[in-house]
Nanobody, 120 residues
Framework: QVRLVESGGGLVQAGGSLRLSCAAS????????MGWYRQAPGKQRELVAG???????NYADSVKGRFTISRDNAKLTVYLQMNDLKPEDTAVYYC??????????????WGQGTQVTVSS
């Protein structure tokens, strides 16, 4: 069984920073694309940032210049550094990854979500 566990959410004032982490566990051979999504109340889940296994990145326009996604392949972990947070960044943040097991099977896995709340 493979899974993703997120950490690092919380309550922060506008202009503040948070760093989210997402660690993969299980019989993992490799990890392909990884990403962070978010879902605010009453809204659809949206992509915030993604990173390939070659470390190419892409970001939603709303977070460009403020958020940075990175990964540590040795630790099977992806990070999201969030700076200059705004109230509209308030959402549940989900980690997503395509995990390849030692049996070479691919699984598109989601984390359980972590709440980020930005107060004005």
């Amino acid at each position: 069984q493979v899974r993703l566990v997120e950490s690092g959410g919380g309550l922060v004032q506008a202009g503040g920073s948070l760093r989210l982490s997402c660690a993969a566990s299980g019989i993992i051979f490799s990890i392909n694309g990884m990403g962070w999504y978010r879902q605010a109340p009453g809204k659809q889940r949206e992509l915030v940032a993604g990173i390939t296994n070659g470390s190419s990145t892409n970001y939603a326009d709303s977070v460009k210049g403020r958020f940075t996604i990175s990964r540590d392949n040795a630790k099977l972990t992806v990070y999201l550094q969030m700076n200059d947070l705004k109230p509209e960044d308030t959402a549940v943040y989900y980690c997503n990854a395509v995990l390849v097991t030692t049996l070479r099977r691919e699984y598109n896995v989601w984390g359980q979500g972590t709440q980020v709340t930005v107060s004005s």
